[in-house]
């Protein structure tokens, strides 16, 4: 059983950043593909970007698409999520999920984590 803790989620103003972690318990993470996802209050989650386990490709929602990056250091068993010039609309609660197989941005990943809060507010 793959357990995930998110971390790093805050209050932020507009225009700022934020570098939202996500690590793993078990050793083999490597093998995981890995994805970002948030869910803002009375809506549903929705995919951010995600990174494969081999090859490191990646992809974005159009939404993030320019201001976030995803990355991963396996050494340290860690997920990155990059947010740049946050907007109130990135207000949410941020989850990091993974499986073994490459899923992309579908919302069925097998393990996710507790999620992380981020609110962008003046």
């Known amino acids: 059983q793959l357990h995930l803790v998110e971390s790093g989620g805050g209050k932020v103003q507009p225009g700022e950043s934020l570098t939202l972690s996500c690590v793993a318990s078990?050793?083999?993470?490597?093998?995981?593909?890995i994805a970002w996802f948030r869910q803002a209050p009375g809506k549903e989650r929705e995919a951010v970007s995600c990174?494969?386990?081999?090859?490191?490709?990646?992809h974005y929602a159009a939404s993030v698409q320019g201001r976030f990056t995803i990355s991963r250091d396996d050494a340290k068993n860690t997920a990155y999520l990059h947010m740049n010039s946050l907007k109130p609309e990135d207000t949410a609660v941020y989850y990091c999920?993974?499986?073994?197989?490459?899923?992309?941005?579908?919302?069925?990943?097998?393990?996710w984590g507790q999620g992380t809060q981020v609110t962008v507010s003046s």
């Open positions: 999920a993974a499986d073994r197989i490459d899923k992309l941005l579908l919302l069925t990943y097998d393990y």
């Open positions: 990174i494969s386990a081999v090859g490191y490709r990646t």
């Open positions: 078990e050793r083999a993470f490597d093998a995981y593909y």
